[in-house]
């Protein structure tokens, strides 16, 4: 069978990065032994389209290979976010295990500002994949990785990065796994484009090995839009994504001023707060309305927004917050490199997302014991399920506004705090790390010869 000729970028639905909080320094996991799972730095420019950081070795060319009995081609469109910080939370077990990566991601800041954080990691190799007109090649630079013979599996992020490295694959067939870092949506799947697009993407991605949804509300909303998926030969699972509580320090920098002190807020003012990328998805606009309904209730203690993040959007909502006369309600602040210390200082978290694959931030939150006030959004609300959470419908402003209401004139700090130890266990990462260690390991067994280091 030949390998389509299908131009992506136009029938793709678009898995663009969801977050924008930098993810913190990645940390060996500890292994663990639970019994479940599956069955038993400037870039060199290259004449070719791909790129190796200055100061690493080319592929092919280092000591540490010698060590490695197997190496992981992960493919990586949107190397931010979510994505990310899976990669720094999941990747160190299975360098633990032996394994090393050649990454390959998009010649931007983005894939260079990854590649500067993991430069440390044993035998790590970083390759660029042109950008054309906004479109990331991936699919040739992928193709050229497979062909060196170098890689026991490849392990793709999300559905754009999948797909290419399908059609880079279709020949050699090596074992792929590919992790879904997002849900499908109706938008994303109207009018003849959509429909080509409901046609193509679920045959591309029956021809991965396993396909690893981050939730099981994810893994609903995939087998829902492609129920034909999981009866051929790609394996449907869930390895439900988990934060680093090692890196969850809340206390905040030595010698820093608290946020309180830093916004000149009294003790008596409660402040909610915003964590994220200024974006859509996050449900900003919703949360300004829902903030206008509260700014007219004499009957709230006084309250502050504390709104942190950055994105295209920024200067949208900004002056959106100042159309309703809430520029003296919010703060907009400067995106963060640890969530713990702002979150800790926080009376109520809201997140108001219309859509998630996850919800790290509320986990983080949850692990803390902030009071969360997080939308019943599919992923989210899977986070947020048998928690003290208030989950108004997502995208309700009335609603939206009623739970921050009731959060700001009661928060449920106590009962958020006895839920914290509960939360640390439930979302810990060295679990979803050993998770994704054993279907790489079902997928392309360690007894199995590597095709070379």
């Keep these: 069978m030949l390998m389509p000729d299908i131009g992506l970028s136009q029938v793709l639905p678009p898995d663009r990065p ?3 909080r930098t993810s913190p320094l990645a940390r060996r996991a500890a292994p663990r032994s639970d019994g479940e799972g599956p069955p038993t730095s400037g870039p060199l420019e290259s004449p070719a389209g791909g790129v190796r950081p200055a100061g690493l070795p080319s592929p092919g060319g280092e000591e540490a290979d010698a060590d490695a009995a197997r190496r992981i081609l992960s493919v990586v ?3 931010v976010g979510g994505i990310r910080t899976y990669l720094l939370y999941n990747y160190p077990r299975l360098l633990d295990r032996g394994y090393r990566f050649t990454f390959v991601g998009p010649a931007d800041e983005s894939f260079r500002a990854m590649a500067a954080e993991l430069s440390d990691w044993p035998g790590s190799e970083f390759v660029e994949a042109p950008l054309v007109r906004g479109r990331c090649r991936l699919r040739r630079v992928v193709g050229d990785q497979i062909a060196t013979g170098r890689y026991t599996l490849i ?11 399908v059609l880079a694959n279709w020949r050699r067939r090596l074992p792929h796994v590919m992790t879904s870092h997002d849900v499908l949506r109706p938008d994303q799947f109207a009018g003849a484009v959509g429909r080509l697009k409901r046609w193509t993407l679920p045959r591309l991605l029956g021809r991965v090995d396993v396909v690893i949804s981050v939730t099981r509300d994810a893994e609903v909303n995939l087998r829902g839009y492609f129920p034909s998926l999981g009866r051929g030969r790609a394996r449907l699972t869930v390895v439900e994504h988990g934060i680093d509580l090692e890196g969850l320090d809340a206390a905040p920098p030595e010698g820093a001023p608290g946020l309180r002190s830093s916004l000149a807020l009294p003790p008596e003012v409660r402040l909610v707060g915003f964590l994220g990328r200024f974006m859509e998805q996050k449900g900003f606009l919703p949360l300004l309305r829902a903030l206008k309904i509260l700014e007219e209730d004499s009957s709230l203690p006084p309250w502050h927004l504390a709104a942190v993040g950055g994105g295209d959007y920024l200067g949208e909502y900004r002056r959106e917050a100042s159309r309703l006369g809430l520029a003296d309600r919010i703060s907009f602040l400067d995106p963060v490199t640890r969530s713990g210390p702002v979150l800790a200082q ?3 978290l ?7 694959a996850a919800g790290l931030l509320a986990m983080e939150a949850l692990a803390l014991g902030v009071p969360v006030v997080g939308s019943d959004c599919p992923g989210l609300s899977e986070v947020l399920r048998g ?3 208030s989950t108004p419908k997502a995208g309700d402003v009335g609603l939206l506004a009623r739970a921050l209401g009731e959060a700001i004139r009661s928060p449920w700090r106590r009962a958020a705090e006895a839920y914290a130890s509960i939360a640390r266990a439930r979302f810990d990462a060295r679990r979803s790390a050993d998770e994704l260690l054993r279907w790489i390991e079902f997928a392309a067994p360690p007894e199995g010869p590597a095709q070379g280091a």
């Design 18 to 20: 969801r977050d924008g």
């Design 77 to 79: 469109r949107w190397p």
């Design 155 to 165: 392990h793709s992020q999300g559905f754009t990065a999948g797909a290419e490295a």
């Design 346 to 348: 926080l009376d109520v």
């Design 350 to 356: 809201a997140m108001p997302s219309l859509w998630e």
């Design 387 to 389: 928690s003290p959470s």
